[in-house]
């Protein structure tokens, strides 16, 4: 990852109004499952993504103990001192452990993270949208009938006009603009249409 790539979310956010920190955030958390996934589930690990250059880095964090139990989540004290002399007992110590070919697997997460990430916030922003305007009536246009049911076009979102909400003896014309009364909102899971 590079400034391109912050520059890409500097875009998103303000072209989709989603916040450059949520979408980091969720893409380490999606770097770090691909990690644990891919390089070493067992272990405690992190990882951060530099704001300013876009780099990033994989930590593994080990609890420092006098016993070692479990070496992939605990390091002596003995072991910690050769980092850093001033570790104590259940300090956390981090190692880099970014691996070399972790940036094809970390480009395709990160990918897939902001297109759910954006998709989710498409959908939040449409639903607001929408909700407060239940009772009132918006002017769409007709997209298409399926088995009864008339598709409308209200702007990024759609509404379905069910048989037992239309009115007897109405014309619906695919292209035709319609006045339809927004009586629900309901959030579903297919995203803006």
């Known amino acids: 990852m590079n400034t391109d790539f912050l520059e890409a979310l ?89 691996p070399r070919n972790f940036g094809r697997i970390a480009a395709q997460t990160a990918k897939q993270v902001v297109v759910q990430r954006i998709r989710e916030a498409e959908r939040n922003i449409i639903f607001e949208e929408f909700a407060n305007r239940e009772g009132d009536i918006v002017t769409g246009v007709v997209q298409r009938i399926e088995q009864k049911n008339v598709y409308i076009e209200l702007g990024k979102t759609e509404a379905i006009l069910a048989p037992s909400e239309q009115m007897p003896g109405e014309d619906y014309r695919q292209g035709s603009r319609i006045k339809v009364y927004i009586i629900e909102v309901r959030k579903t899971t297919r995203g803006p249409q």
């Open 10 to 98: 500097k875009d998103l956010e303000k072209e989709k109004g989603i916040t450059v920190d949520v979408l980091l955030e969720a893409i380490e958390a999606a770097l770090l499952s691909a990690y644990k996934r891919n390089f070493g589930s067992l272990q405690n690990a992190r990882v951060h993504i530099d704001r300013e250059t876009g780099d990033f880095k994989v930590f593994t964090q080990q609890i420092v103990k006098e016993q070692v139990e479990d070496q992939r989540q605990e390091i002596t004290l003995e072991d910690a001192h050769k980092i850093d002399v001033k570790y104590e007992l259940d300090d956390i110590v981090e190692t880099e452990v970014t």
